[in-house]
């Protein structure tokens, strides 16, 4: 059943601070969107539960990509297309610009942003295992001020986030460090393009000689939210992926992941496809490690 239009209201105030104070304002009652990827989706289904959205697609305040030496910065309203299209995020996050190509559509990537997937809270979304796996940060911002947060803080269940009622995701922070280590990203879909996913794992690792040194993975469709691997990293670090130890250390992955995955049974999969699917996925990255 669709949604009868007539019964929602939408506003675009012309100036980020003029959001923000609408916000505080009327705490809870307004809905931002941005591309509305999601959102109209849901308008068109019938199950858009808000009835005052706040469209804040046209601010420019939200919409830019900034690198300086340790970090690089991308507006909450930042699209998929410029993040794919992006030479500094190619270079030094191409976990990040392979999840925003297959975000969708090319037209979905024209209007989705990058905020929006993160603010949306899916725990298969496409682009929270990368962001995750990098280590990246969020500023949230208010008529109160800002704060910044830890991405691994800011999804607390399923559909259920950090940012308070009169709040905006501003930016979203992640660092330029990973020079010189393995990355991987693998999403797994019904279909190759323009599915949701299964799962999804970004894995990073540095090597000392045949040692994993540190590794890092964030996962999506494993739990009620986008997951960091911390279990998994854990009994993974120190490991060796020389010949004689390479297949004690894919197991011991192997057995701390279907440890701290909980994922769902839903009409995509079952949860006991999606844990084997991770378990494959995640030995696939380390036998690429010794590659």
Request: hydrophobic share 45%; with cysteine; proline share 4%.
């Amino acid at each position: 059943m669709r949604s009868d239009v007539t019964q929602y209201e939408l506003t675009a105030p012309t100036t980020l601070a003029a959001v923000l104070a609408q916000l505080a304002a009327e705490p809870g009652k307004h809905t931002p969107i941005a591309g509305g990827t999601e959102l109209m989706v849901a308008l068109g289904v019938g199950r858009l539960a808000a009835k005052s959205l706040l469209s804040i697609n046209h601010l420019k305040e939200l919409r830019f990509i900034r690198v300086d030496d340790d970090a690089i910065h991308i507006g909450a309203g930042t699209t998929f297309t410029d993040i794919r299209r992006n030479a500094d995020i190619a270079r030094d996050l191409p976990l990040l610009a392979s999840s925003a190509s297959w975000t969708g559509s090319v037209a979905n990537q024209n209007r989705g942003t990058l905020g929006g997937n993160i603010c949306n809270a899916s725990p298969a979304a496409d682009t929270p295992p990368a962001l995750l796996a990098y280590g990246a940060t969020v500023t949230l911002i208010s008529t109160n001020g800002t704060r910044t947060v830890p991405y691994t803080e800011f999804h607390l269940g399923y559909k259920r986030t950090a940012l308070r009622p009169d709040e905006l995701l501003h930016t979203i922070t992640v660092p330029r460090t990973f020079a010189g280590w393995k990355q991987h990203i693998r999403k797994v879909g019904t279909r190759n393009a323009q599915a949701i996913s299964k799962t999804a794992l970004a894995c990073l690792a540095k090597l000392d000689g045949e040692t994993i040194a540190e590794i890092r993975i964030g996962a999506a469709s494993l739990a009620d939210r986008p997951l960091r691997c911390t279990g998994i990293e854990a009994a993974l670090t120190g490991l060796s992926i020389a010949k004689a130890d390479l297949e004690a250390t894919v197991r011991a992955g192997r057995a701390a992941l279907a440890f701290e995955a909980k994922p769902i049974d839903d009409i995509r999969s079952t949860g006991r496809y999606r844990s084997i699917v991770a378990a494959n996925l995640l030995e696939e990255f380390l036998r690429s490690l010794v590659l």
